[in-house]
Nanobody, 112 residues
Framework: QVQLVESGGGLVQPGGSLRLSCAAS????????LGWYRQAPGNKRELVAR???????YYAGSVKGRFTISRDDAKNTGYLQMNSLRPEDTAVYYC??????WGQGTQVTVSS
């Protein structure tokens, strides 16, 4: 069974940065795509960024140029570097592996 644990969320001022981590158990991490999603109160969960098995990336338009997704397969860990954060980035952020396994989420709050 695969387990995903996110970390790195918190409170940050507008314009600040955070780096989220997603640590995975098991041995399948390196062969599947990893996605980061977010859900704000009252909103649907939305895809923020995704990195494929070969490293191809996708970003939602709202975060392109500000967020960077990466992965370290040797550490079974994925990352989401978030720069130039805005209040509208406030949400619970989740990682998802193999389009199947979800983490528990980590809260990101952007506020002055």
């Amino acid at each position: 069974q695969v387990q995903l644990v996110e970390s790195g969320g918190g409170l940050v001022q507008p314009g600040g940065s955070l780096r989220l981590s997603c640590a995975a158990s098991g041995s399948i991490f390196s062969i599947y795509a990893l996605g980061w999603y977010r859900q704000a109160p009252g909103n649907k969960r939305e895809l923020v960024a995704r990195i494929g098995y070969g490293g191809a990336t996708y970003y939602a338009g709202s975060v392109k140029g500000r967020f960077t997704i990466s992965r370290d397969d040797a550490k079974n860990t994925g990352y989401l570097q978030m720069n130039s954060l805005r209040p509208e980035d406030t949400a619970v952020y989740y990682c998802k592996l193999a389009d199947t396994y979800w983490g528990q989420g980590t809260q990101v709050t952007v506020s002055s």
